[in-house]
């Protein structure tokens, strides 16, 4: 396998962040305002913000809209992941993948089981790739989401993380785990 080059640059990525909830506004939006927060620390774009409520069909509308746009490389979803009536993200969202990333749900479910136990069972966190966007889900709590960024979406949206990362599934122009990373194109960096 070839390996990230050691001298890789970071590439900022635009990220859409959206909540389902059907309680939450934005001024209760902890989760919300936690992977903003944290996708900005990083060094990532803000695209665009949304809540909706927990129903299959709108979750399903907005994704696929943002998906079909050009300037959203990723989109991160919390809220919708457990096992209440309402909880339909999984649902509504994996119908869209091209490829589902199988590794990211039992990756969380790992490091969860360390702080919140077995109850890590009742997470369905999913995430895949769609029209070249990633796609992550994860629990509505700020904790949830923190561990998710932490953990696992951050270093997979680092173009410098090694051996692979998943920031040549979003930019064509990069070279998947192998080669130099050239510079986005003018045309990916107008759209950021």
Not at 101 to 111: A, I, S
Not at 146 to 151: I, P, V
Request: include cysteine; aromatic fraction near 6%.
């Amino acid at each position: 396998m070839s390996h990230v080059p050691a001298d890789a640059l970071f590439i900022p990525l635009s990220i859409a962040v959206l909540t389902v909830s059907d309680t939450r506004g934005f001024d209760e939006d902890g989760s919300g305002d936690q992977l903003v927060k944290q996708l900005s620390k990083s060094g990532h774009l803000l695209a665009e913000r949304r809540i909706v409520p927990d129903d299959i069909y709108q979750l399903r509308a907005v994704v696929s809209e943002w998906i079909m746009r050009t300037d959203i490389q990723v989109v991160l979803v919390n809220g919708g992941t457990g096992f209440t009536r309402r909880d339909t993200t999984p649902e509504a969202l994996t119908p869209l993948f091209d490829k589902a990333v199988e590794g990211y749900g039992e990756l969380f479910r790992y490091y969860s089981l360390q702080t919140i136990g077995t109850a890590t069972i009742q997470s369905r966190a999913v995430a895949g790739v769609a029209n070249q966007t990633l796609i992550f889900t994860m629990p509505g709590s700020p904790k949830g989401c923190t561990l998710a960024w932490e953990r696992i979406i951050s270093l997979q949206l680092d173009a410098r993380t090694r051996p692979c990362n998943f920031v040549a599934m979003v930019l064509p122009s990069v070279t998947p785990c192998s080669g130099r990373h050239p510079a986005p194109t003018s045309n990916e960096l107008e759209h950021l």
